[in-house]
C-alpha cells in the first residue's frame, strides 16, 4: 500500500523524529513538505517509511524506543537545575543509580515518588523510575551508572552545562572592534602564494595598534591532500584539523640541517610560490604542490632535534587516535585518491585489518601528516600569543564550517554519527532565491546522543585549541537543519530538529573551559527562539548592516541594534560593500541566472536599499556632501555600526582595501571563482598585505571603527 502526500500517519512519525513537516518562508509564504520527502529524510535515519505498513511498524518503534534502555544515551543538564532522569527497568526490579564525575568521586540522586504505569516490551513488563539529579552539580563531563541486581549494570553520558558563557561578559561595559578577514586573500611579501598563520598574526598586530580586539578569519579546516586542491574553506574534508597550507614555511625548524643540495631546492621552491602571488588567482592546487615538498624536505631535518622529536611525540600523545586516523586519511588519499568510497573494500573503515597493515607499512608517512598538524598547531599558537601580546583582549577568532566534504577525511573516519542520502543546505532566502545546498552530510541527531556526543565536542576542542573566540557558521543547524534528498533540488528539502539543549550547551561548556567568546551566525531563515536561546545562554549573533531594517522599513539605527551580536556592513557572501554600492552582487546573479525576478526589478530594488541607508548616514550627520564619493560612504557606514549597541563590529579586511569582488557566490560551484578571488585594490590592482596596511583608506575605516 502506498503512502499518500496527505498521509497524517506520515507526517505524525516525521514529527516523532524531529523532521519538519511545514515551514514558513522568507516572504513568510506556509510551506508544506512533500511525502517523498519526508520518506527520504526518514530513511536518512534508518526508518522505513516506504508503505503505510511500514510508518505504522515505525510508529511503535519510536514509541517503544525509549523503553527498551535503561538510560537515555545521553543525559544534558545545566548548572544550577535539578534534572529528573527515567530509568527502565524489569518491572519491580529495583535500582541502584550513581553519579560519577569527572574527578572520580561520586554522588548519589535522590528517586522521585512518581508513579509511571509500566509497559508490555517484546511479552515482558518494563517499568520506570524517576530520579533527580541534585542541581549543584559541577560543569563537565561526567557519567550516570545505573545497576539493576541480577540484570547488570548500564551507563550513560551526563554532561552539566553553564546556564550562561561569561567569557564575553566584560564587552557589556566596553564594546570593541575587530577585523573579518579571508586569511588566505592576505598575501605578504614573505608568506607562498597564500596568507598563512604569520600574516594572521600581523593583521592582528596592526589592527591591535588601532585599537582593534580581535580578528576573526575564514574556516582553517584541512581539505584532502591530493590535487586539485578543495578552495572553499566550508567543504573541509576534516574540521577537527588543520589546513597545512597556513604553514609559514620559513618560519618551520629544520632548514640549518639540510645540505646543500636540500637548501638550493627549498630557495627554488620558495620563489616559484612567492611568484604565486603576483597571480590574480589564489591557486590552492600551485601553493600546495610546492609547499608539500618543502615541507617534506623539512620534516626529517626537524625531528634530528632530541628535543623536538620529544615534543611531537608528546603532540601526538595528546592527539591520540584521532590523528592517526587522520594522517592514515592523508597517506592513503595520496595513493588512492580523496573519494575513500572509491579505494580497495578493505580499507574503507579506519579499523579494518588492512587500514592498519597500511599504516604500518607506510610509517614515515603518515609521520609526515601527523608532523604537519603539529607545525601549523605550534604557528597558530603563535600567531594566537602575538595578538594577546600586542594587546587584544580576545585574538583570533576560528570559524567552525557547518560541515564536511561527503567522502573525505571524517566521513571516513567517523561514518557512525553522519546520514547518508541526504546533504545540507538552506531554504530559499532574499539573496539566494533558488536555496543553497552545500553537498554535505549531516550530523544524525540520534546518533550523535549514542555517542556522548563525542564528536561534536571533539570537533570544538580542536576549533577551539588555538582561538579567542569562535564563529559558528549557520549556528542555526544547531538547532534545525535543512536537509536535502540527494537528486533532489535545493529548495524541495526538509529541518531535522536537533537538541540545541544538547548542542548549544556543550558549545558552551567547552567555550568556557576555553576562555573563548561564541558567535553565532544566525543570517537567513530564524526562528525567534533561536535568538532568544543563543542570548539567554551568552552567545552572540551576527547583524549585518543591509539587512537589518526597522517596522517602518528604515535602516535599523544603531541604538536598535542588538546587544549580543557582531554587526559588520558586509558578510563573505556579499561583495565588499564598494561592490555591493555598485551593485556587484546583482550583476553576478544575472549573469549565471540566478535570480527569480527581474534583473530591471532587482536592481531598483537596491537601488533603493542603499538610498536609504544614505539617507540615514545624512540625517546622523555622516554623509554632508552631495554627491560623496564611494570611500566616503563606506567610511559613514562604519561610523554609524561603530556607534551602535552591538558589542562586537567586525570590519572587512576587503572594505579596508577598497576591493569590489565577492569571494563567493552562494548557489555555485564553477561557475564563480569563489574562495579563489585575491585581495585587490579600488582600481582592481592586486594587494599584498603589506600593500594593503600602508593604504590611507585602510587607516580611515579603522579610525571610523573604533567604538566609545
Same mark, same amino acid.
Given at each position: 500500500?502506498?503512502?499518500?502526500?496527505?498521509?497524517?500517519?506520515?507526517?505524525?512519525?516525521?514529527?516523532r523524529?524531529?523532521?519538519?513537516?511545514?515551514?514558513?518562508?522568507w516572504?513568510?509564504t506556509h510551506?508544506?513538505?512533500?511525502?517523498?520527502?519526508?520518506?527520504?529524510?526518514?530513511?536518512?535515519?534508518?526508518?522505513?517509511?516506504?508503505?503505510?505498513?511500514a510508518?505504522?511498524?515505525?510508529?511503535?518503534?519510536?514509541?517503544?524506543?525509549?523503553?527498551?534502555?535503561?538510560?537515555?544515551?545521553?543525559?544534558?543538564?545545566?548548572?544550577?537545575?535539578?534534572?529528573?532522569?527515567?530509568?527502565?527497568?524489569?518491572?519491580?526490579?529495583?535500582?541502584?543509580?550513581?553519579?560519577?564525575?569527572?574527578?572520580?568521586?561520586?554522588?548519589?540522586?535522590?528517586?522521585?515518588?512518581?508513579?509511571?504505569?509500566?509497559?508490555?516490551?517484546?511479552?515482558?513488563?518494563?517499568?520506570?523510575?524517576?530520579?533527580?539529579?541534585?542541581?549543584?552539580?559541577?560543569?563537565?563531563?561526567?557519567r550516570?551508572?545505573?545497576?539493576?541486581?541480577?540484570?547488570?549494570?548500564?551507563?550513560?553520558?551526563?554532561?552539566?552545562?553553564?546556564?550562561?558563557?561569561?567569557?564575553?561578559?566584560?564587552?557589556?561595559?566596553?564594546?570593541?572592534?575587530?577585523?573579518?578577514?579571508?586569511?588566505?586573500?592576505?598575501?605578504?611579501?614573505?608568506?607562498?602564494?597564500?596568507?598563512?598563520?604569520?600574516d594572521?598574526?600581523?593583521?592582528?598586530?596592526?589592527?591591535?595598534?588601532?585599537?582593534?580586539?580581535?580578528?576573526?578569519v575564514?574556516?582553517?579546516?584541512?581539505?584532502?591532500?591530493?590535487?586539485?586542491?578543495e578552495?572553499?574553506?566550508?567543504?573541509?574534508?576534516?574540521?577537527?584539523?588543520?589546513?597545512?597550507?597556513?604553514?609559514?614555511?620559513?618560519?618551520?625548524?629544520?632548514?640549518?640541517?639540510?645540505?646543500?643540495?636540500?637548501?638550493a631546492?627549498?630557495?627554488?621552491?620558495?620563489?616559484?610560490?612567492?611568484?604565486?602571488?603576483?597571480?590574480?588567482?589564489?591557486?590552492?592546487?600551485?601553493?600546495?604542490?610546492?609547499?608539500?615538498?618543502?615541507?617534506?624536505?623539512?620534516?626529517?631535518?626537524?625531528?634530528?632535534?632530541?628535543?623536538?622529536?620529544?615534543?611531537?611525540?608528546?603532540?601526538?600523545?595528546?592527539?591520540?587516535?584521532?590523528?592517526?586516523?587522520?594522517?592514515?586519511?592523508?597517506?592513503?588519499?595520496?595513493?588512492?585518491?580523496?573519494?575513500?568510497?572509491?579505494?580497495?573494500?578493505?580499507?574503507?573503515?579506519?579499523?579494518?585489518?588492512?587500514?592498519?597493515?597500511?599504516?604500518?607499512?607506510?610509517?614515515?608517512?603518515?609521520?609526515?601528516?601527523?608532523?604537519?598538524?603539529?607545525?601549523?598547531?605550534?604557528?597558530?599558537?603563535?600567531?594566537?600569543?602575538?595578538?594577546?601580546d600586542?594587546?587584544?583582549?580576545?585574538?583570533?577568532?576560528?570559524?567552525?564550517?557547518?560541515?564536511?566534504?561527503?567522502?573525505?577525511?571524517?566521513?571516513w573516519?567517523?561514518?557512525?554519527?553522519?546520514?547518508?542520502?541526504?546533504?545540507?543546505?538552506?531554504?530559499?532566502?532574499?539573496?539566494?532565491?533558488m536555496?543553497?545546498?552545500?553537498?554535505?552530510?549531516p550530523?544524525?541527531?540520534d546518533?550523535?546522543?549514542?555517542?556522548?556526543?563525542?564528536?561534536?565536542?571533539?570537533?570544538?576542542?580542536?576549533?577551539?585549541?588555538?582561538?579567542?573566540?569562535?564563529?559558528?557558521?549557520?549556528?542555526?543547524?544547531?538547532?534545525?537543519?535543512?536537509?536535502?534528498?540527494?537528486?533532489?533540488?535545493?529548495?524541495?528539502?526538509?529541518?531535522?530538529?536537533?537538541d540545541?539543549?544538547?548542542?548549544?550547551?556543550?558549545?558552551?561548556?567547552?567555550?568556557?573551559?576555553?576562555?573563548?567568546?561564541?558567535?553565532?551566525?544566525?543570517l537567513?531563515?530564524?526562528?525567534?527562539?533561536?535568538?532568544?536561546?543563543?542570548?539567554?545562554?551568552?552567545?552572540?549573533?551576527?547583524?549585518?548592516?543591509?539587512?537589518?531594517?526597522?517596522?517602518?522599513?528604515?535602516?535599523?539605527?544603531?541604538?536598535?541594534?542588538?546587544?549580543d551580536?557582531?554587526?559588520s556592513?558586509?558578510?563573505?557572501?556579499?561583495?565588499?560593500?564598494?561592490?555591493?554600492?555598485?551593485?556587484?552582487?546583482?550583476?553576478?546573479?544575472?549573469?549565471?541566472?540566478l535570480?527569480? =525576478?527581474?534583473? $530591471?526589478?532587482? !536592481? #531598483?530594488?537596491?537601488? *533603493? +536599499?542603499?538610498? /536609504?541607508?544614505? %539617507?540615514?548616514? @545624512?540625517?546622523?550627520?555622516?554623509?554632508?556632501?552631495?554627491?560623496p564619493?564611494?570611500e566616503d560612504?563606506?567610511?559613514?557606514?562604519? =561610523?554609524?555600526? $561603530?556607534?551602535? !549597541? #552591538?558589542?562586537?563590529m *567586525? +570590519?572587512?579586511? /576587503?572594505?579596508? %582595501?577598497?576591493? @569590489?569582488?565577492?569571494?563567493?557566490q552562494?548557489?555555485?560551484?564553477?561557475?564563480?571563482?569563489n574562495?579563489?578571488?585575491?585581495?585587490?585594490?579600488?582600481?582592481?590592482?592586486?594587494l599584498?598585505?603589506?600593500?594593503?596596511?600602508?593604504?590611507?583608506?585602510?587607516?580611515?575605516?579603522?579610525a571610523?571603527?573604533?567604538?566609545?
Amino acid at each position: 500500500m502506498t503512502i499518500s502526500p496527505t498521509s497524517e500517519s506520515l507526517a505524525e512519525l516525521a514529527r516523532r523524529n524531529g523532521v519538519g513537516t511545514e515551514y514558513w518562508d522568507w516572504t513568510g509564504t506556509h510551506v508544506e513538505v512533500p511525502a517523498s520527502t519526508l520518506v527520504a529524510v526518514l530513511a536518512a535515519l534508518d526508518i522505513d517509511a516506504s508503505d503505510d505498513e511500514a510508518v505504522a511498524r515505525a510508529l511503535v518503534e519510536t514509541d517503544e524506543r525509549a523503553w527498551r534502555r535503561v538510560l537515555p544515551p545521553t543525559v544534558v543538564a545545566r548548572a544550577g537545575r535539578p534534572l529528573a532522569v527515567p530509568v527502565h527497568v524489569p518491572h519491580g526490579s529495583p535500582v541502584d543509580l550513581a553519579i560519577v564525575l569527572e574527578d572520580g568521586t561520586t554522588r548519589e540522586p535522590s528517586q522521585l515518588d512518581r508513579w509511571i504505569d509500566p509497559r508490555e516490551i517484546d511479552g515482558a513488563l518494563v517499568g520506570r523510575a524517576t530520579f533527580e539529579l541534585p542541581g549543584d552539580l559541577p560543569t563537565g563531563w561526567h557519567r550516570l551508572r545505573a545497576e539493576i541486581p541480577g540484570v547488570g549494570t548500564s551507563e550513560a553520558v551526563l554532561v552539566v552545562t553553564p546556564e550562561r558563557l561569561t567569557t564575553a561578559t566584560w564587552l557589556d561595559e566596553q564594546p570593541v572592534w575587530g577585523l573579518v578577514a579571508q586569511a588566505y586573500q592576505a598575501r605578504s611579501a614573505d608568506s607562498w602564494g597564500i596568507g598563512d598563520a604569520a600574516d594572521i598574526a600581523t593583521l592582528a598586530e596592526w589592527s591591535a595598534a588601532r585599537g582593534a580586539a580581535f580578528v576573526l578569519v575564514n574556516p582553517l579546516h584541512a581539505p584532502a591532500p591530493v590535487l586539485p586542491v578543495e578552495p572553499s574553506p566550508y567543504l573541509p574534508t576534516t574540521r577537527r584539523f588543520v589546513d597545512p597550507s597556513m604553514i609559514r614555511v620559513d618560519e618551520v625548524p629544520g632548514r640549518s640541517a639540510l645540505d646543500e643540495t636540500a637548501i638550493a631546492r627549498l630557495d627554488e621552491l620558495g620563489r616559484a610560490a612567492r611568484a604565486l602571488d603576483l597571480v590574480d588567482d589564489i591557486d590552492r592546487t600551485a601553493v600546495w604542490s610546492v609547499k608539500r615538498e618543502a615541507l617534506a624536505l623539512l620534516f626529517g631535518a626537524d625531528l634530528v632535534d632530541p628535543e623536538r622529536t620529544r615534543a611531537f611525540g608528546a603532540f601526538c600523545e595528546a592527539e591520540g587516535e584521532a590523528l592517526v586516523d587522520f594522517a592514515t586519511y592523508c597517506a592513503l588519499a595520496e595513493e588512492h585518491g580523496r573519494d575513500w568510497g572509491a579505494w580497495p573494500t578493505g580499507l574503507h573503515h579506519p579499523a579494518a585489518e588492512a587500514v592498519a597493515r597500511y599504516r604500518d607499512d607506510n610509517a614515515d608517512r603518515v609521520d609526515f601528516f601527523r608532523w604537519l598538524q603539529w607545525i601549523v598547531a605550534e604557528q597558530l599558537t603563535r600567531a594566537q600569543q602575538r595578538a594577546r601580546d600586542a594587546g587584544m583582549g580576545i585574538g583570533v577568532v576560528h570559524d567552525l564550517a557547518v560541515g564536511v566534504h561527503p567522502v573525505g577525511a571524517d566521513a571516513w573516519a567517523l561514518p557512525d554519527s553522519l546520514a547518508r542520502g541526504v546533504t545540507v543546505g538552506a531554504p530559499p532566502d532574499q539573496f539566494n532565491q533558488m536555496g543553497q545546498n552545500w553537498s554535505q552530510p549531516p550530523w544524525r541527531p540520534d546518533r550523535l546522543a549514542e555517542l556522548g556526543y563525542a564528536p561534536y565536542r571533539d570537533m570544538l576542542r580542536a576549533v577551539l585549541r588555538h582561538a579567542g573566540g569562535v564563529r559558528i557558521d549557520h549556528i542555526l543547524g544547531l538547532f534545525r537543519l535543512w536537509w536535502i534528498p540527494e537528486a533532489s533540488t535545493a529548495d524541495t528539502g526538509a529541518y531535522v530538529r536537533y537538541d540545541d539543549e544538547a548542542l548549544i550547551g556543550i558549545l558552551a561548556l567547552e567555550a568556557e573551559r576555553a576562555g573563548a567568546v561564541v558567535i553565532g551566525e544566525d543570517l537567513g531563515v530564524v526562528e525567534e527562539r533561536t535568538r532568544h536561546v543563543m542570548a539567554e545562554r551568552g552567545i552572540d549573533g551576527t547583524s549585518i548592516l543591509w539587512f537589518e531594517w526597522d517596522a517602518d522599513g528604515r535602516p535599523l539605527a544603531p541604538e536598535e541594534y542588538r546587544h549580543d551580536c557582531l554587526a559588520s556592513v558586509t558578510t563573505h557572501d556579499l561583495p565588499p560593500t564598494a561592490g555591493y554600492l555598485a551593485l556587484e552582487h546583482v550583476d553576478i546573479r544575472e549573469r549565471l541566472g540566478l535570480l527569480t =525576478r527581474d534583473p $530591471a526589478e532587482e !536592481r #531598483a530594488h537596491e537601488r *533603493g +536599499v542603499i538610498a /536609504a541607508v544614505e %539617507a540615514r548616514l @545624512r540625517e546622523r550627520g555622516l554623509l554632508t556632501t552631495a554627491d560623496p564619493g564611494v570611500e566616503d560612504v563606506v567610511e559613514a557606514m562604519h =561610523r554609524y555600526l $561603530a556607534s551602535s !549597541r #552591538a558589542r562586537l563590529m *567586525g +570590519v572587512s579586511l /576587503a572594505d579596508l %582595501a577598497g576591493d @569590489r569582488r565577492s569571494v563567493n557566490q552562494p548557489g555555485t560551484y564553477l561557475e564563480y571563482p569563489n574562495w579563489r578571488v585575491p585581495l585587490s585594490g579600488p582600481d582592481g590592482g592586486l594587494l599584498l598585505l603589506e600593500e594593503l596596511l600602508r593604504a590611507p583608506l585602510a587607516e580611515r575605516i579603522a579610525a571610523a571603527s573604533v567604538r566609545h
